[in-house]
């Protein structure tokens, strides 16, 4: 069977109130993902359209961003798994290419969660979890993450020293990304004294709100390889879920759904954590970026507080994580994250990108996860 | 009865497990278990997915539990505002029943540590609505 190649990636701008609308926001992702390739909207064969329905006022986006990027007639549909629906909407593109349906599939996430108050998309985000066992007793997105912060603390002795550490590297390379929404380095002062949202996760401990789109570009090696000079290929693509309520959760030091899907990506790219050269990681909140070095094999179990403390995620450590400045500076417009994260590591096996390219970079790791670790994807891909 | 009136905020009513309500306004905090294949849930389910039976039992959660987890929050999403802060928590319960709850308001934060012992009860709050909560065990 044909091999899948990412031949094109692209991101809005991801801020706190973009002004425009979402249609206007998918072609800012679209345009860049389409700029230097030989291609135009005519030959792409189909759309995946991903975010999260409920902080949309549009119902049924994809006909409505079709039509805007002249996609029509077309096949379009919406996928979606909350925070990591891009990487659903990467999945599927890739089946339909790998099953011969289709040669040339658009991906394209969005949010816009300014239309909503921040308490409005908690709420919403509540609703994320059980609506009849768990949400009733106000369990919120970063509630659940706090929680596994505190199992971690408690059984390694990971400290709030570390968590912060974590935000202080991504703020350094956020403030160069011009498509960052937070762009001001932070000390360590400066997170540990910031307002306590849920203990032990303070005000810097968590990813913003965002509005933001993304494109990826998901086309058949022989197809790939006429559109552009460097195809980028996906290797491992592996999708995993957990309990949609924590009382179902096994393990509170780690989220089984990336562990699971860690283990079978590398499996099936035929690599090894070690051979990663460089990784975005779901860093939703500080120690999200802590478990998932654990759960994707950088660290050992209980040990991924030593990778930030020892600096290995920076950009010359032994293995770069969000060296964009991740969620925690770009900010997190839910249907629009997988694919920007995506669109860096395509970026850093190209060898474009800009402000914090790790040399020599090859072989690069997308981990996305939706929910409160409910589903959990992880992407390997290799230049 | 349905969940119309449980815990602070709840988003839908109907359910076959309806029947945690009634058991909850006697005081009981319930899980099921399938009686063919031995399975328990917590959360109570009114099927059993692993032989597919559609006759589960129901059982009292008893004895001690011990905190697994808890976070203090104090920022919470609308409908919840007057309740920050709460605090949320995991607590391990014989039979590997596991529960998510709030701890009571008689602990005081200073208190809270990984292990301590816990009992899961029935709750009527003062605006007249029912839950559950942990207390110390
Ligand atoms: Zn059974």
């Keep these: ?383 | 009865m349905g969940f119309e009136n449980f815990g602070t905020v709840s988003f839908t009513t109907e359910a076959k497990a309806a029947e945690f309500i009634t058991y909850l306004e006697q005081g009981k905090v319930m899980a099921t278990r399938c009686p063919k294949c031995g399975v328990s849930y917590f959360p109570p389910k009114a099927d059993c997915p692993s032989c597919l039976s559609g006759e589960v039992e129901w059982f009292e959660v008893k004895g001690k539990g011990k905190l697994a987890t808890y976070t203090i929050v104090n920022y919470g999403p609308s409908g919840f505002e007057n309740d920050a802060p709460y605090i949320l928590a995991l607590g391990e319960f014989e039979g590997g029943i596991q529960i998510m709850s709030r701890l009571s308001k008689d602990i005081a934060p200073s208190d809270i540590k990984a292990g301590m012992s816990l009992v899961v009860s029935s709750l009527k709050r003062p605006d007249g609505r029912i839950s559950y909560e942990f207390k110390k065990g």
Excluded at chain 1, 43 to 59: F, G, H, L, M, T
Excluded at chain 1, 154 to 177: I, M, P, Q, W
Aim: aromatic share 6%; proline share 3%.
């Design chain 1, 1 to 383: 069977m044909a091999d899948v190649a990412i031949v094109g990636a692209g991101q809005s701008v991801f801020s706190r109130d973009c002004g425009v609308s979402i249609r206007e926001l998918a072609f800012d992702a679209f345009k860049e993902a389409l700029e230097g390739l030989d291609i135009t909207t005519s030959d792409i064969d189909a759309s995946i359209i991903c975010s999260a329905p409920e902080y949309d006022k549009q119902r049924s986006p994809a006909g409505l961003i079709s039509e805007y990027l002249e996609l029509t007639p077309k096949p379009s549909f919406y996928v979606e798994t909350v925070c990591s629906s891009s990487s659903t909407g990467l999945r599927v593109a890739w089946s339909l290419v790998k099953s011969g349906l289709h040669k040339v599939v658009a991906v394209i996430g969005f949010q816009k969660m300014s239309e909503l108050s921040s308490r409005d998309a908690a709420e919403r985000m509540g609703r994320g979890a059980d609506i009849i066992w768990e949400s009733p007793f106000g369990l919120t997105m970063p509630a659940g993450y706090a929680m596994y912060a505190r199992a971690h603390m408690d059984k390694y002795g990971t400290t709030e020293e570390h968590l912060a550490k974590v935000r202080v590297k991504n703020s350094h390379y956020g403030a160069t990304n011009p498509k960052a929404n937070y762009r001001k380095e932070l000390s360590l002062e400066d997170i540990l004294n910031s307002d306590m949202i849920t203990t032990p996760l303070k005000k810097f401990d968590c990813c913003a709100n965002a509005d933001g789109a993304s494109c990826v570009i998901v086309a058949r090696g022989d197809v790939a390889k006429g559109i552009t000079n460097i195809p980028i290929w996906v290797v491992g693509l592996v999708a995993a879920t957990d309990t949609m309520t924590m009382a179902g959760r096994k393990q509170l030091t780690g989220l089984q759904c990336a562990q699971e899907a860690a283990k079978q990506a590398y499996k099936m790219a035929g690599v090894k954590p070690q051979d990663i050269d460089v990784a975005e990681v779901h860093d939703c909140f500080t120690v999200s970026e802590i478990l998932a070095y654990e759960d994707l094999g950088f660290a050992k179990p209980g040990e991924g507080a030593g990778l930030i403390e020892d600096k290995e995620t920076y950009v010359d450590g032994k293995i770069p994580v969000n060296v964009d400045g991740g969620l925690l500076s770009k900010g997190h417009p839910i249907g629009a994250t997988g694919g920007s994260q995506i669109r860096t590591i395509v970026r850093q096996l190209r060898g474009q990108a800009t402000e914090s390219q790790v040399k020599g970079a090859e072989i690069g790791l997308v981990h996305n996860i939706g929910g409160i670790g409910q589903y959990g994807n992880v992407t390997i891909l290799r230049r």
